[in-house]
């Protein structure tokens, strides 16, 4: 309370009279501000002498520099006996914590809970189904809530993943002796160690293992010139709209990302506008932003990113040095000065301002990054963010960029790794535009198709690996622990296994070797095996794996898990206790059946009263610590030799030696007929508590021994660390090994995918060049096929020959009859064959396509003000502006949002400057039968159609197939009586399509028509 008093005074006083005050302090004064007690001091004039002497001190100043007037009385000093009460210090640390980090949910642990307070525990407390009491204190009651520190992950992942919201993440450290007695006596100082936000997940268990946990920083650069011409001619159409100006909309922008959990670590250059497609393909959890972007150059950013709004994150660093060479300490390897220089300016600023923010959320934990990989634009097929959601390459409308059902990711993947599947997601996002690279995994996908046996021992091994990627980077941050060894153990020999059984196959028999010497294709695709297996490097890693095995017990880290167990069913018994006695209906029903197992699993584990050692280290890891251990076996030999004597000695067969918590050692007998053998021996005791049944008393020898014994224990434990982080280091020095061999097991696990995914669907490899050919024969769309299977259909397949010949197909036909899915399967296909898979057709042939448009489907955008027609319009205008000759673009129903007259003319428009200026291969679905006609001189232009077969009594059916030619009827009105339209409604639709079709002259007026009764 005096510190309080004391700390008002100080608000209230000027600061010219608390300099010329004499006051004697000592102690801790004026909150937590000032720790130490010299910091209480009021500063003096200059000049004035300050004395220490040990806790005492005192300030002098000189009378002449005193005020020469008197204080007014109305400047009084309150009173210390009316300040206000404080609150306890646990609640106080945590309130301080809360206003330093005050944008973030702050867990405080305090004993075997983490704990809310204040607002946030109202706030959260509910949406975390947790009960928010009343903690009573000095100064009033204060809102609390918690749970076990075992659940930590559980309400991690509903803050962070669930509400997009920052935790910061409050520990507790016991204070030595001269820690608490600077802090008044505090056992404990809670620290915060660490912030999460979405984009800063490290191991936290609720990640999904299949996907990357992207962070990425934009850095636009003020440039201050006007664009070129052909900047300013790629600009999308969605960020013309509005007030924002040519000049911003072709400001340049540095993109970096890194996925913490992995330690990937990339960068790449581009405009504001292709940003929105960027952003689209890399998929990040958390954007960051600089708080100092002018509020247009923000506004901009957003109108980019769209859908990814949410995720935007506001960072402020001070003094940011934007040069590589800062990067060097959170890299494993410095990045060398050549490689420098081909980083551009606004990566650079990017890659900078994101370091900066990782840096500010771990709080100092350490990090190896894997040094930064540079993307290129033209290095990789680029997929607009309207083609990525159309094609549902990543995920479907519904389920979002989740991979989820009907997805082309979805449907390809077989990969049986958790790192495979991510690296995956990374291919079908970024397709090569490399031909070697395509051809490198088509002779890999075409080795393990024709080789089945040697796939499926492949796949085997692939299934005994562990996610090395985001396991080496636990150790390179300080946090593996010894079951992340031993899963690098086992990843390590699977690694091995998969080395030998590649060697194998490398060298053939001698018979075989001779065919594949009069075999060039042979000898390619073997080429493929033998790239990937010089890439592994194995000296290192077996060297980390034998010490490992050398080193760690796995008995006793199963043992350690057990008695894992047995505290978190402590901890689960004493919420129960809670509940049982302040809990509602709904609290009991909410413990876990997990909670309930852990509690039974207790009552198992209790029956044996006798402590054992648990040991996770090798008595042989070090020479120390075997000599430790037997040490350790000599002191129990001391102890089993002592407990015989006292036996004899008492004559009490059932005297144990023992320690608890509340006694320390004492020596225990129980039985009645032992207890009182026991008491008419004398011997050197000193009882502690006796019953009828049992005695317990302290033994000075015991007691001794027992100590020597904790002691002896201590130092293994100590040794054990140290030796555990021996470990740690050669994992660190084996990291860039570790991480190229995983990379290595990823490429064979997308591999062995692909041909699964080939021979069970009867993919066939494609043929890439560098021509502007698209020559499929019986193509397939990869997704809609399975899932016609799945229902017992068969799907029709159609052939698509584009190219120089014919650049644009015309399509027209009925609704329902398969356009739309011919025009996304043949997009799929450049994807699939561009990634590096085998594609669903009888043949395929196809040249390097660089970009791919689409523009299907309807859809407005209501809070941004776009009509269908305006959204429509919009993706039109992105693939006039920027498709190439080397571009695939698909436009179904161009013009259907207007007026007939309208949409006749914007279609045409659209064949005309796609003909003319674009000259890309292109796929034209419409309705609008007239384009046909209209575009009779147009040479390179094909039509083609899909019809409707009449059956008898009105019966009908789509004819998927095309054939060349255009088909003037779209027979909607059979597509709108299989929806179910009244009967009623379709005659009236067809007496006036009839009517349209006799003639303008012919008035409809308030006709009916007839409607069959009974």
Known sequence: ??????????????????????????????????????????????????????????????????????????????????????????????????????????????????????????????????????????????????????????????????????????????????????????????????????????????????????????????????????????????????????????????????????????????????????????????????????????????????????????????????????????????????????????????????????????QGLGIRLQPPVRRQEKETM????????????????????????????????????????????????????????????????????????????????????????????????????????????????????????????????????????????????????????????????????????????????MESHRIQETEDADIVSMAQEVLQKEGSAEDHAAMSRVSRSKIKQKVNIEQDPEEKDNWILRRSASPVLEALHNALDDLHGDKTTLTLRLREDLNAQSLTLRWTPGMGYICHVRGAKDVSASLKTSVAARDVKTTKSTRSFHHAEWSGLGSRIDQAKQRIRAEEQRVFQQLREQVVLNLVRLRRNATVLDELDIGCSFAILAEEQKFVRPVLNLGLDHRIVGGRHPTVTMGLEEQGRAFVSNDCLIGEKERIWLITGPNMAGKSTFLRQNALISILAQVGSFVPAEHAEIGLVDQIFTRVGSADNLFRDQSTFMVEMMETSTILNQATPQSFVIMDEIGRGTTPEDGIAVGYACLHHLYHKNRCRTLFATHFHSLADMTNDFKHLACYCTDVAEGPGGSFSFVHRLRKGVNRSSHALKVARLAGLPESAIETAQMVLDSFNAGPSVPIGDAQPQIAKG
């Open 1 to 362: 309370m005096r510190n309080v008093a004391l700390y008002t005074i100080r608000q209230h006083l000027p600061s010219r009279w608390l300099s010329r005050c004499s006051y004697r302090c000592s102690g801790r004064l004026f909150g937590s501000a000032f720790d130490r007690p010299e910091s209480c001091l009021l500063p003096g004039p200059p000049g004035s002498q300050i004395q220490h002497r040990g806790a005492k001190s005192r300030a002098t100043v000189q009378l002449d520099e005193l005020p020469s007037s008197p204080i007014e009385p109305c400047i009084g000093l309150p009173e210390v006996e009316n300040a206000g009460p404080a609150y306890p210090t646990v609640v106080q640390q945590a309130l301080n914590n809360m206003r330093k980090y005050e944008k973030c949910v702050l867990l405080t642990r305090v004993g075997s809970f983490y704990e809310l307070y204040f607002d946030q525990a109202d706030k959260y407390g509910p949406l975390l189904n947790l009960k928010v009491a009343q903690k009573k204190t000095a100064a009033g009651p204060v809102p609390m809530a918690g749970f076990p520190f075992y659940q930590l992950d559980r309400f991690l992942k509903i803050l962070v993943q669930d509400l997009n919201q920052f935790v910061a993440i409050s520990e507790e450290f016991a204070n030595n002796a001269s820690g608490t007695v600077k802090s008044g006596g505090l056992l404990f100082e809670r620290k915060v160690t660490r912030t999460i936000s979405p984009g800063t997940l490290i191991d936290e268990k609720f990640m999904d293992p299949y996907e990357n946990n992207f962070l990425l920083a934009l850095q636009p650069i003020d440039s201050g010139q006007s664009p070129d011409a052909s900047t300013e001619k790629t600009i999308p159409a969605e960020l013309t709209k509005g007030s924002i100006s040519p000049t911003l909309i072709s400001r340049r922008v540095g993109l970096a990302w890194l996925d913490l959990s992995t330690g990937d670590f990339f960068t790449q250059a581009t405009t504001l506008g292709t940003l929105g497609s960027a952003v689209a393909r890399i998929g990040a959890r958390e954007i960051v932003l600089s708080n100092g972007l002018d509020d247009g150059l923000k506004q901009g950013i957003l109108t980019a990113l769209e859908q990814q709004r949410d995720l935007v994150t506001y960072h402020t660093t001070l003094h940011l040095e934007a040069s590589m060479t800062s990067w060097t300490p959170m890299l494993e390897a410095e990045v060398p000065i050549k490689t420098q220089a081909t980083f551009s300016g606004e990566e650079v600023a990017a890659g900078s301002f994101l370091l900066a923010y990782v840096r500010d959320r771990l």
């Open 382 to 557: 680029s997929i607009d963010k309207n083609s990525m959601g159309a094609l549902e390459v990543l995920g479907t409308s519904k389920d979002g960029l989740g991979g989820g059902k009907g997805s082309l990711l979805h449907t390809v993947r077989r990969t049986v790794t958790k790192s495979g599947t991510r690296l995956l997601r990374d291919w079908i996002a970024s397709p090569s535009m490399s031909l070697t690279v395509i051809n490198a995994r088509l002779d890999l996908v075409s080795q393990l198709l024709n080789r089945r046996s040697f796939r499926e021992d492949i796949t085997d091994m692939l299934r005994r690996t562990y996610d090395s990627q985001r396991l080496v980077q636990k150790f390179s941050m300080g946090r593996g622990d010894a079951d992340d060894l031993v899963s690098l153990l086992r990843t390590i020999e699977a690694t091995n296994g998969i080395a030998n059984t590649l060697k194998k196959h490398i060298t053939p028999p001698p018979a075989q070797s001779l065919l594949d010497n009069n075999n060039n294709n042979n000898q390619q695709l073997r080429h493929s095996l033998q790239t990937l297996s010089a890439r592994l490097s194995l000296d290192g890693p077996n060297r980390l794996a034998s010490l490992i095995t050398a080193s760690i017990d796995e008995d006793g880290l």
